[in-house]
């Protein structure tokens, strides 16, 4: 690990934004953990685990495109502060229901509905603001891979920290600790010193810049074609981590710890990924890299879908969460490195839409299917349609670089006449 890992660190507001934000991100996996031991606890279905990953992002999924254009339109910096407060007013409404135990499964489906509208607005805002927190834009793709790292760290924290707290002292304690997060990241927001905010003057409405969002992408096939694999990993991929309660209760016969030590495990290969990711020297091939770790993704599901040895499993899980990293870092990196500055928010708002709107669909399905073939079966198959995106991937990369190669021999025939 050398110095340029944590280059992005020289600029004060991105520090600050990375100190608050892994507060609140522990917080935020830990009642993520909570809500779908409870769901399951109360239910003992996999399709309601299911249901509730789809309630938790769905919304995101419908207004994204609203987020996208929001963000653009108006002050980004108060647009997130807004809606770190309204998170905190969910987690704190969340906590209360499960305090006073009157409550049902349908509640927290929908509280979670409510925090899937919050973020809608949240996700573009937050990642196109880091855009301007970082002082040297050559560090950009550098804080992108830190922000990932950070996510990663508190998914590695946070479900172990639930799954003690939910053992040990009960369910809104979780839930509680969650609420107190946010103090730190509405802190850090309050503290950054950013350049005064200038209004620009529209002269479309919302459904016109929204269109001009989406005439873009289709206009740029680089950005097109990421978010579209994102997308096919979002929907029939990534939803493998709703069936993590099933192999800690039926299959390992355990207990909310461990739960808790799965997610863990692919939170910490996650990290691992976000390292990797960030200490990688500039101008290396994202797309390559991308490519490879899709492929140790396929493999990680393919071995952790029937591994009867917990260990061995936590193995598997981990290797998982390490190819799962570049899924989104470096999707996102290719986005944010490449897009049209007056683009940003609504482009990142088609990213959003892509890795959140899909997951939901994708919970329902891998909920339906799993019910009917069984949960390993399912996560093998899973497994297998990764291998089959990494291999378009590459098959990409090799198009690329024939379509280069021809187009160089084409140049020096026109130039020899």
Same mark, same amino acid.
């Given at each position: 690990?050398?110095?340029? *890992?944590f280059?992005?660190?020289?600029s004060?507001n991105?520090? /600050?934004?990375?100190?608050?934000q892994?507060i609140?991100?522990?917080?935020?996996?830990?009642?993520?953990?909570?809500?779908?031991?409870?769901?399951?606890?109360?239910?003992h279905?996999?399709?309601?685990?299911g249901?509730t990953?789809?309630?938790?992002?769905f919304?995101? =999924? !419908?207004?994204?495109?609203l987020?996208?254009?929001v963000?653009?339109?108006?002050n980004?910096?108060?647009?997130?502060?807004?809606?770190? !407060?309204?998170s905190?007013i969910?987690a704190?409404?969340?906590?209360l229901l499960i305090f006073?135990?009157?409550?049902?499964?349908?509640?927290i489906?929908? #509280?979670?509905a409510?925090?899937?509208?919050?973020?809608?607005?949240d996700v573009?805002?937050?990642?196109s603001?880091?855009y301007?927190?970082?002082?040297?834009?050559s560090?950009?793709?550098?804080? #992108?891979?830190?922000?990932?790292?950070?996510v990663?760290l508190s998914r590695?924290?946070?479900?172990g920290?639930a799954?003690?707290?939910?053992?040990?002292f009960?369910?809104? @304690?979780?839930?509680?600790?969650?609420? /107190?997060? =946010?103090?730190?990241?509405?802190?850090?927001?309050?503290?950054?010193?950013?350049?005064e905010y200038?209004?620009?003057?529209r002269?479309?409405n919302v459904?016109?810049?929204l269109k001009?969002?989406?005439?873009?992408i289709?206009k740029?096939?680089?950005?097109?074609f990421t978010?579209?694999?994102?997308?096919l990993?979002?929907?029939?991929?990534?939803?493998f981590?709703?069936?993590?309660? !099933?192999?800690?209760?039926?299959?390992?016969?355990g207990t909310?710890?461990? &739960?808790g030590v799965?997610?863990?495990?692919?939170g910490?290969g996650? =990290?691992c990924?976000a390292?990797?990711?960030?200490s /990688?020297k500039p101008g290396?091939?994202l797309?390559k890299?991308l490519?490879?770790?899709?492929?140790v993704?396929?493999?990680?599901?393919?071995?952790?879908?029937?591994?009867?040895?917990?260990p061995?499993?936590?193995?598997?899980? *981990?290797l998982?969460?390490f190819g799962?990293?570049s899924?989104i870092t470096i999707?996102?990196?290719? @986005?944010q490195?490449?897009?049209?500055?007056?683009?940003r928010?609504r482009?990142i708002?088609?990213?959003a839409?892509?890795? &959140?709107?899909?997951q939901?669909?994708?919970?329902?399905? !891998?909920g339906?299917?799993s019910q009917w073939?069984?949960?390993?079966?399912?996560? #093998?198959?899973q497994?297998?349609i990764?291998l089959? @995106?990494g291999?378009?991937?590459?098959?990409? @990369?090799?198009l690329?670089k024939?379509?280069?190669?021809?187009?160089?021999?084409?140049?020096?025939?026109?130039?020899?006449?």
């Amino acid at each position: 690990m050398n110095i340029s *890992t944590f280059s992005a660190f020289k600029s004060r507001n991105y520090r /600050l934004y990375f100190s608050g934000q892994s507060i609140s991100l522990i917080g935020t996996w830990m009642q993520k953990t909570a809500v779908s031991w409870v769901v399951y606890s109360e239910t003992h279905s996999k399709f309601m685990l299911g249901l509730t990953l789809f309630a938790s992002m769905f919304p995101s =999924f !419908v207004f994204s495109f609203l987020g996208g254009v929001v963000s653009d339109r108006y002050n980004r910096y108060k647009l997130l502060l807004l809606t770190q !407060v309204a998170s905190m007013i969910q987690a704190v409404l969340i906590t209360l229901l499960i305090f006073f135990k009157h409550y049902s499964v349908w509640e927290i489906i929908a #509280l979670s509905a409510l925090l899937g509208l919050i973020n809608a607005f949240d996700v573009p805002a937050r990642q196109s603001l880091v855009y301007e927190m970082v002082e040297e834009k050559s560090d950009l793709p550098n804080a #992108l891979a830190l922000n990932s790292s950070m996510v990663n760290l508190s998914r590695l924290i946070g479900p172990g920290i639930a799954g003690l707290a939910l053992e040990k002292f009960g369910e809104d @304690i979780c839930f509680g600790l969650n609420a /107190l997060s =946010f103090i730190a990241v509405i802190g850090s927001l309050l503290m950054m010193r950013l350049p005064e905010y200038t209004a620009k003057i529209r002269t479309k409405n919302v459904y016109g810049e929204l269109k001009d969002g989406f005439v873009y992408i289709r206009k740029t096939p680089s950005i097109a074609f990421t978010l579209i694999m994102l997308a096919l990993i979002s929907l029939l991929v990534l939803p493998f981590s709703t069936l993590i309660p !099933v192999y800690a209760k039926d299959i390992f016969k355990g207990t909310a710890s461990t &739960f808790g030590v799965i997610d863990s495990a692919i939170g910490l290969g996650a =990290f691992c990924g976000a390292i990797f990711l960030a200490s /990688l020297k500039p101008g290396k091939n994202l797309r390559k890299i991308l490519a490879i770790n899709t492929l140790v993704f396929g493999v990680g599901l393919v071995l952790f879908s029937h591994s009867t040895n917990y260990p061995l499993a936590l193995f598997f899980a *981990t290797l998982s969460g390490f190819g799962m990293m570049s899924q989104i870092t470096i999707s996102n990196t290719i @986005i944010q490195t490449t897009v049209d500055p007056a683009m940003r928010g609504r482009v990142i708002s088609f990213y959003a839409m892509a890795f &959140f709107g899909m997951q939901p669909l994708g919970g329902l399905l !891998v909920g339906a299917v799993s019910q009917w073939v069984g949960t390993p079966d399912t996560v #093998l198959v899973q497994g297998i349609i990764t291998l089959v @995106i990494g291999g378009l991937l590459y098959r990409a @990369i090799h198009l690329n670089k024939s379509a280069a190669k021809t187009l160089a021999g084409k140049t020096e025939i026109i130039q020899s006449h």
